[in-house]
DNA sequence: ATGTAAATCACCCGAAAGGATGAGCCCAAA
DNA sequence: TTTGGGCTCATCCTTTCGGGTGATTTACAT
C-alpha cells in the first residue's frame, strides 16, 4: 500500500506542477490571437498525455497488486448463499469445471438438456458472467471450486 | 484487421463528439465570469479521462506477451515442450484460462479471430480435447496454469 | 538453396452455447 | 391456503465454438 499512496503523491504533485506551467504560458501567450482556444489545444493535449500515462501506469499497479491474493478462505457454502446459488446450480457449476459439455452434465443428473442451460443461465447472472470459462474462473477466484 | 480498424474509428470518433461538446459548452457559458479557466478546467478533465482510456485500453499493443498476472511463475516448459505446445499456443492457452472468448483473445493479441480459432483448434488436438473448458481442465492438471 | 516449423489468415459448415421468455410441479414457510 | 423458491422443461433466436482445409510469410537449420 505505501508505493499506492506515494505514487497518488507523485500524480498529483506531477499534475499541479502541469499547471503551474500551463499557467504561466497562459500569461505569456496573453497577446498571442486566437489565445483561448490555443491555451485549451495546449491543455487538452498535455491532459491527453498525461491521462496516458496515468492509464498505462495505474493499469501495471492494478495488475501487479492483483495476485496479492488475501483471501480469507471462507467456507464454501457461505459464499453460495451470498450469491445465491442454489445446490442444483453449484452440481452444475462443478461438471462444467471439469470440462463437460451441456448434454453431458444432462446426462450425469438424467435431467433434459433444456434444464441444464436454465441452471447456466442462472449461473452466469449470479456470478456475472457470460462464458463457461469466464465462471470457472470467477468460480475459482472465489474458492468455490479447486 | 477489421476490428483494428474499427476501433480506430471509434476512437476518433469519440473524440470528435469530446471536441464538439467541449465547444457547445464553451458557447454556452460565454457568459460565465472566468470563462477561460472553467473552460480548460473542462477540457483538462475531459482530455485527463480520454487519455487515461486510451491508456488502459489502446495501449495493450505495447505488451506483446501477457501481462503480468496471467504468468506470475514459470511454468514446466518441459511438458509444453513434450506436448510440442509453441509459445503463442500456450499465451492463447492461458487467454482461455482467464475466460476471453475468441474474440477479446484475439483484440488482446492484435491477430484476427481465424489465427486464434487455428491456434486453439492446434491446442486442442495436442491436449486432447474437445472443448475450451476440457483443455482447461487438462491443462490445469498438468500443471500448465494454475 | 531448401526443407521445416511457427505464425498468420481465410472460408465453409455444423454443432454447441447462450439469451429471453413462459410455464408447470413440488414443497416448505408464512 | 396462499406464496415463493427451487427444479424442471420448452421454444425461438442469435452468437460462439470447433472441424476441416488450404494458403502465405518468416525464420531457422540443414
Known amino acids: 500500500m505505501k508505493r499506492f499512496w506515494s505514487n497518488i503523491a507523485l500524480y498529483g504533485l506531477s ?4 499547471l503551474v506551467s500551463l499557467q504561466f504560458f497562459r500569461y ?3 497577446f498571442v490571437r486566437n489565445q483561448t482556444e490555443w491555451y485549451a489545444g495546449a491543455v487538452a ?3 491527453c498525455i498525461a ?7 495505474w493499469k501495471q499497479q492494478r495488475f501487479k497488486t492483483l495476485p496479492v491474493e488475501s483471501n480469507p478462505i471462507q467456507p464454501p457454502s457461505k459464499i453460495l448463499e451470498q450469491l445465491g446459488i442454489t445446490p442444483r446450480e453449484f452440481e452444475v457449476l462443478q461438471l462444467i469445471a471439469q470440462g463437460h459439455s451441456n448434454q453431458e452434465i444432462a446426462d450425469q443428473l438424467y435431467v433434459s438438456l433444456n434444464t ?6 442462472n449461473l452466469f447472472s449470479k456470478l456475472d458472467a457470460d462464458r463457461r470459462t469466464q465462471a470457472i474462473k470467477k468460480a475459482k477466484t472465489l474458492g468455490l471450486i479447486p
Chains 1, 2 share one sequence.
Do not use: N, R
Not at 52 to 57: A, C, K, M
Not at 116 to 121: D, L, V
Open 51 to 57: 491521462g496516458i500515462w496515468l492509464g498505462t501506469h
Open 116 to 121: 441444464i442451460k436454465t441452471h447456466i443461465s
Open 15 to 18: 499534475l499541479g506542477l502541469l
Open 28 to 30: 505569456k501567450w496573453i
Open 45 to 47: 493535449l498535455v491532459f
